[in-house]
T-cell receptor, first 112, second 115 residues
């Protein structure tokens, strides 16, 4: 099915706040999910991934939550820094394939 | 840290001309991809390539597009007769395996401008 993508195109936060970026997907056959960060003029950069048999995964300052019941994915960034300012994309892979489907991006703006 | 590289960083061409975008994937990776991103929009899959043949392709990847791995390091995307709507950022990516459960590493992209 078609991706639903992100609901919030821009998220503005203050430095030090926690940020939450959301993503909805429509294909329940997806079994691998990734968050990418894209800075201006650069390619997508891997942040964190999660497989469908998990509902939470933590990295350094980032946490991804997966709710398969409502087909929702979120990225939490703790103590957001100005360097976190970028566009964030969720992406997923359908079972049996290796190609990524990207959701719509969310611009994160961090003010000092 | 190994990285995917792409050349040129910016390509300007006239409508109807052929362009070749070049990528050097990470050396021990076996699966290669091209994606494109029209300005302000999401990244879209074009094609995947493994063992010298196309594995999957999207509806965008029509007869005007082709891919090739001419030697052991380069991976190219050719657009035979460019259209205005081909203007976009083109990203190459590679991954170690093709089972879809490993991170895809993206290059910095080539900005294609068709005039």
């Amino acid at each position: 099915g078609e991706s639903v993508g992100l609901h919030l195109p821009t998220l503005s936060v203050q430095e030090g706040d926690n940020s939450i970026i959301n993503c909805a997907y429509s294909n329940s056959a997806s079994d691998y999910f990734i968050w990418y960060k894209q800075e201006s003029g650069k390619g997508p950069q891997f942040i964190i991934d999660i497989r469908s048999n998990m509902d939470k995964r933590q990295g350094q300052r980032v946490t991804v939550l997966l709710n398969k019941t409502v087909k929702h994915l979120s990225l939490q960034i703790a103590a957001t820094q100005p360097g976190d300012s970028a566009v964030y994309f969720c992406a997923w892979i359908h079972s049996g394939y290796s190609t990524l489907t990207f959701g719509k991006g969310t611009m994160l703006l961090v003010s000092p | 840290e190994p990285e995917v590289t792409q050349t040129p960083s910016h390509q300007v061409t006239q409508m109807g001309q052929e362009v070749i975008l070049r990528c050097v994937p990470i050396s021990n990776h076996l699966y290669f991809y091209w994606y494109r991103q029209i300005l302000g929009q999401k990244v879209e899959f074009l094609v995947s390539f493994y063992n010298n043949e196309i594995s999957e392709k999207s509806e965008i990847f029509d007869d005007q597009f082709s891919v090739e791995r001419p030697d052991g390091s380069n991976f190219t995307l050719k657009i035979r007769s460019t259209k205005l709507e081909d203007s976009a950022m083109y990203f190459c990516a590679s991954t170690r395996t093709g089972n879809g459960l490993y991170e895809q590493y993206f290059g910095p992209g080539t900005r294609l401008t068709v005039t």
